[in-house]
């Protein structure tokens, strides 16, 4: 059974940088297309990023787009994150999730993943 574990959330000033990274075990992590989603309090979760299992195809939202870079090192099992230009509206829990079938269009959809991390608080504030 596939799980993941987040980290590298925090508390930082707007325009600061954060490097959230996504780690697997229980299965090769190569096996698996991963998303980050982001779940603002009173808010839905968001797909922030996506990252096929080679780590040749990645999409990133608009709203983080020029800001945001996905990447992958399977032979460490672990997927990062890498966030710059941070705003107050980046504040958020960030999750990762995997799914071992290409969700395609649908990365962003949380229903086309069947496991979740259990997220990492990423704080922008002055």
């Known amino acids: 059974q596939l799980q993941l574990v987040e980290s590298g959330g925090g508390l930082v000033q707007p325009g600061g940088s954060l490097r959230l990274s996504c780690a697997a075990s229980g299965s090769a992590l190569s096996y698996y297309y991963i998303g980050w989603f982001r779940q603002a309090p009173g808010k839905e979760r968001e797909g922030v990023s996506y990252?096929?299992?080679?780590?040749?195809?990645?999409r990133v939202a608009d709203s983080v787009k020029g800001r945001v870079t996905i990447s992958r090192d399977n032979a460490k099992n672990t997927v990062h994150l890498q966030m710059n230009s941070l705003n107050t509206e980046d504040t958020a829990v960030y999750y990762c999730?995997?799914?071992?079938?290409?969700?395609?269009?649908?990365?962003?959809?949380?229903?086309?993943?069947?496991?979740w991390g259990q997220g990492t608080q990423v704080t922008v504030s002055s």
């Open positions: 990252i096929s299992t080679s780590g040749i195809i990645t």
């Open positions: 999730a995997a799914q071992d079938r290409s969700p395609g269009s649908r990365w962003s959809s949380v229903d086309s993943y069947d496991y």
